[in-house]
């Protein structure tokens, strides 16, 4: 359900959902090989995609529906998928999401933990969800304000629709829109892993102003000192 391919001379570890014939839709199974593709990671870059026609719809619903309505085992589901979406976001690596054809729930989710969604013209998004008494459980409610701003977070959950590329990259729900989103991993592996890092560290951390400012130059200090050359070639 879960491949891992691992490109050695580019360092980028592609992992795939691979469950075309239910759009890779994910079960606990496939919840579970997919948080330890990615915390096995140790290649600067993850590019995260799904086999077929479709990115990932998220949960399997007949994995919800043999939680038999069941409120406690419902909540360790939504944690398990929690989790997943917070070790995307937790990764050292830089996780790029090549999203192709439908991204909807959890899947969705998953891809706002990325730091970086890249689109295809054929590329759909949604939280389907809340049509039939339920909403996106895993990280959904969280990020997407974070991502595309609490009024479209509101109207673009609470509505239930579908957006095509066009307007998901109008909203940030996309970062880019490619036709093979897979080169913008390799553009971004062919920068310098420590720096790439260091941007990521950067720029989620949430301390106070006065510590980020103060970390910023730090980092900005180790950088400089390990670049010398580079730097020094460049000026050449």
């Not at 995609?49 to 998220?58: K, L, N």
């Not at 595309?148 to 909203?171: K, N, P, W």
Request: with cysteine.
């Amino acid at each position: 359900m879960i491949d891992v391919e691992i490109d050695a001379d580019r360092s980028i570890r592609t992992v795939t959902i691979d469950r075309p014939e239910a759009r890779n839709a994910l079960t606990i199974e496939g919840l579970e090989a997919l948080e330890e593709a990615i915390v096995d990671a140790d290649e600067t870059v993850l590019y995260l995609r799904g086999s077929g026609p479709a990115f990932c719809a998220g949960a399997d619903l007949n994995a919800v529906g043999d939680l038999d309505g069941d409120r406690e085992r419902a909540i360790e589901f939504a944690r398990l998928g929690q989790r997943v979406a917070r070790a995307i976001e937790d990764s050292p690596a830089i996780v790029v999401a090549g999203i192709d054809g439908p991204a909807r729930g959890g899947g969705l989710e998953f891809a706002l933990a990325c730091d970086v969604r890249v689109g295809t013209p054929d590329s759909t998004y949604g939280e389907p969800g809340v049509t039939f008494g339920l909403f996106g459980a895993w990280g959904g409610t969280v990020r997407l304000p974070r991502v595309i701003g609490e009024g479209d977070a509101l109207e673009f959950a609470l509505s239930g629709r579908t957006v095509d590329a066009e307007e998901a990259l109008r909203m940030g729900l996309i970062s880019r829109l490619e036709d093979d989103p897979r080169a913008v991993a390799e553009e971004i592996a062919g920068n310098a892993d420590d720096a790439l890092a260091a941007l990521k560290r950067r720029i989620r951390d949430d301390g106070a102003r006065a510590t980020q400012e103060r970390r910023e130059a730090e980092t900005f200090g180790s950088l400089v000192e390990n670049h010398a050359d580079d730097i020094e070639a460049v000026l050449e």
